[in-house]
């Protein structure tokens, strides 16, 4: 049996749709999506010279002063006039400086009788000290936002000082979610002999929680084809992902009913441990995405091909999984030809991956703070090497 491979599975998934329909939303709204067009800088940011302190805005030259306090400037309420040789205005946090001024001495710095006011410390150093430059942070046409890149809390309050009020997005993905099995019941309800609450349909709604998603859940299904079918049949998403039923048994439903409600299969069965059984086809214009139904197998395949299917739906450049370097704990044996994503915990700077790997444990998954990925057919690894690593919490 040939097993795709994770990076071909990626790709083959995500050629199967292009991402969704655009629209303007508010702020708001926009938080967690990602820019479906270029955002430019409406305004200039500061539209002018401002001060970054409190004190006393002056010309550089004429220090050490004494100088003549001849008004204020406060954010919102400019001084109006011009200051000559010797004057100097009181001024505040995010004032413009006026006309004539080149530097502010903080307050802490000036000694003020009345009117009259000298220096009492080191002083500015330098003209321009304790002053933004107009355009310091950007100018009108600055690019402050690309086109794809995620709309993060930075992000929006830049769109929001370039001048925006609302922002083009692609719009929310419906993703619907169904189990699949006979032993399967709601949490929180009596489990009979046989059964077992079905965890991974609420599992994946958590893991979907930051993203951009309108969740149609479509609870269990049973291991009855036609019903697998109806079901199917009658789905209005983007995504359709099911767990459960996607292997070879007799019970294994998914991928016949796919076919049986009109869909076609792309692929079927990955070089990744745990979530080999996965599949993905296409129903109408829903991407059906099948994850297996272990529920350590299924938070794998949600976590490298769930979420980056979705950031591709939703409009972002860059979907690769965001993995990163760290030490490993202790020895690891040579791998075979599938993918390793290992759960593991971060002791003393060092990852120690869990000595049992089963696919049906969650207490591992729920202590584990990353996974280890491990190539398919990578060597044997010790203690103190690096590896890759995905977080997970
Ligand atoms: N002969 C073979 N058997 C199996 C193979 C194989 O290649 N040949 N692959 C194994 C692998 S790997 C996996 S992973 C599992 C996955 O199979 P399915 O996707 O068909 O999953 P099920 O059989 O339906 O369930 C597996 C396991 O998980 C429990 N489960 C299912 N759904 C839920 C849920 N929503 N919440 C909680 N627990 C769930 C289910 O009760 C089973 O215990 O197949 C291997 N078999
Ligand atoms: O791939 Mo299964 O997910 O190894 O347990």
Redesign the pocket.
């Known amino acids: 049996m040939t097993l795709l491979s994770v990076e071909e599975a990626t790709a083959r998934l995500l050629a199967l749709a292009d991402p969704v329909a655009t629209e303007t939303v508010s702020l708001g709204e926009a938080a967690g999506r990602w820019a479906a067009e270029d955002i430019p800088a409406l305004r200039t940011q500061p539209e002018r010279d401002l001060s970054s302190m409190d004190g006393y805005a002056i010309r550089f030259a004429d220090l050490p002063g004494p100088f003549r306090v001849i008004g204020e400037s406060a954010a919102g309420r400019p001084f109006a006039g011009t200051v000559a040789p010797g004057e100097a205005v009181r001024i505040f946090t995010g004032a413009a400086t006026p006309e004539g001024t080149d530097t502010v001495m903080v307050q802490e710095e000036a000694a003020r009788e009345g009117d009259t006011l000298t220096l009492a410390g080191e002083g500015p150093g330098r003209a321009g000290r304790n002053v933004r430059p107009k355009g310091l942070d950007f100018t009108t046409g600055d690019l402050l936002v690309a086109r794809g890149e995620r709309l993060s809390a930075p992000r929006i309050a830049l769109a929001a000082t370039g001048g925006h009020g609302a922002l083009p997005v692609r719009r929310r993905i419906r993703v619907a979610i169904a189990?699949?099995?006979d032993?399967?019941v709601p949490p929180g309800t009596p489990v009979a002999e046989g059964s077992?609450?079905?965890?991974?349909?609420a599992m994946l709604a958590a893991m979907l929680a930051d993203l951009p998603v309108a969740l149609i859940p479509l609870g269990?299904l049973p291991?009855r084809l036609d019903a697998i079918t109806a079901a199917f049949a009658s789905v209005d998403a983007d995504v359709l992902v099911t767990?459960?039923?996607?292997?070879?048994?007799d019970?294994?439903l998914?991928r016949p009913a796919l076919e049986a409600a009109g869909g076609s299969l792309d692929f079927w069965?990955i070089a990744l441990?745990?979530?080999?059984?996965m599949l993905a086809g296409r129903l109408n214009g829903t991407i059906v995405l099948?994850?297996?139904?272990?529920?350590v197998?299924?938070f794998v395949t949600g976590s490298v091909f769930l979420r980056p299917l979705i950031a591709h739906l939703g409009g972002a450049a860059d979907t690769r999984l965001r993995t990163q370097p760290a030490i490993l704990g202790e020895d690891l044996p040579a791998n075979d030809h599938r993918m390793d994503f290992l759960r593991a915990e971060t002791r003393d700077g060092r990852v120690h991956v869990a000595a049992i790997q089963d696919?049906?444990m969650l207490r591992t998954l729920a202590r584990a703070d990353c996974l280890v990925l491990r190539a398919p057919r990578a060597p044997k690894a010790s203690a103190g090497d690096s590896v890759e690593i995905l977080r997970i919490a």
């Open positions: 189990a699949t099995g032993e399967l077992l609450p079905e965890g991974n349909s269990i291991d767990t459960g039923g996607a292997s070879v048994g019970h294994d998914v069965r441990r745990p979530g080999k059984p099948g994850l297996p139904g272990n529920p197998s299924a696919s049906s």
